[in-house]
């Protein structure tokens, strides 16, 4: 008989290539995904592993074994939902990851709706890059997260977990006040913002100034570049922040322009900063293991975000 936690450690070999990975992720030592591995091979009685220098490789039976083991895992997790449906009330750890975004205009009032309806649950947030949360939920770490895709950099599609969409935002472009109008922001008086006509041409504008972009490896980061790339230029990078309140604070301080999500400017009021609207979306979902979404848990969490969310955050692309 295969051991089910086991065949979670050839699904994470799978996605990650190498033991030390697997066992950095899941706090085991290599020594002991090794042996469990090979215990793994012996009930399957052949090879699931090939080392290929410092990596390992699975076998076509390795891989067969994979597709068997993700619907394995996520008949479990749909087990688990029906037996916490069966208990009565919720209680218990629910551990959540959300950007910092969403953590400081959202899970703060979902937190309270939650608490409201099921007072025996206690959440545990915990910030966490959305490039971060596939390995996550996968380990256990989290039981569902918030995570958000752009218009140039979507979401891969990661086996083992599904999504459920939440809210859009707007994004706009961030510049000192005399090199941009200074749009009103959403839900101010006044009219809508019209999104320019030419993205790619008001990026130009600012094809010379220094850029201030988010960490490399996050996906803001890749979102800056990439739009500026699809405009025809390299950007030239001169500060990396990851909190948007600082960023503006840069843009206002005259240190350069950046791409800042509709969240990111809320509550913003600096009249040395212009803010020009995009024609680029952000776009927010909720993350959980596939399997997992009928959780009582995971469905409560889900509906007192989708409480909490602005009506503003569904702002229509233009000439929709």
């Not at 040395?272 to 952000?282: D, H, K, Q, S």
Request: with cysteine; hydrophobic share 50%; net charge neutral.
């Amino acid at each position: 008989m295969l051991d089910v936690r086991r065949l979670r450690l050839l699904r994470e070999l799978a996605r990650r290539g190498t033991i030390a990975a697997v066992a950095e992720a899941l706090s085991f030592s290599p020594s002991a995904v090794s042996q469990q591995l090979g215990v793994l091979e012996r009930e399957a009685g052949l090879a699931l592993l090939e080392r290929t220098g410092r990596r390992v490789r699975l076998t076509p039976a390795g891989q067969n074994l994979v597709r068997y083991a993700e619907a394995v895992l996520e008949l479990l997790e749909q087990a688990d939902a029906d037996l916490a449906e069966a208990r009565s009330g919720l209680a218990g750890a629910l551990r959540i990851g959300s950007f910092p975004t969403a953590t400081r205009a959202i899970v703060p009032a979902a937190l309270v709706a939650l608490g409201r309806r099921h007072p025996g649950l206690e959440p545990m947030v915990s910030e966490t890059d959305p490039a971060a949360v596939a390995h996550a939920l996968r380990a256990g770490d989290l039981d569902v997260a918030l995570i958000h895709e752009y218009d140039f950099v979507p979401a891969p599609e990661e086996p083992g977990l599904a999504t459920e969409p939440l809210y859009r935002e707007a994004m706009y472009l961030a510049a000192p006040a005399e090199e941009a109008p200074r749009a009103p922001l959403p839900g101010a008086a006044g009219a809508a913002v019209a999104a320019p006509p030419d993205q790619g041409a008001m990026l130009r504008r600012h094809a010379d100034a220094p850029w201030i972009m988010a960490t490399h490896g996050t996906l803001c980061h890749a979102m800056t570049v990439r739009a500026c790339q699809a405009a025809g230029f390299a950007p030239r990078i001169r500060h990396r922040v990851d909190d948007f309140a600082t960023v503006l604070a840069l843009v206002a301080a005259g240190q350069g322009v950046a791409v800042v999500p509709q969240l990111g400017i809320a509550g913003h009021a600096d009249p040395a900063v212009g803010l020009t609207r995009l024609l680029m979306e952000r776009r927010t979902k909720l993350a959980f293991r596939s399997g997992a979404g009928a959780h009582p848990a995971v469905a409560a969490f889900g509906a007192a975000l989708r409480s909490a969310v602005p009506p503003e955050l569904a702002p229509r692309r233009a000439g929709a």
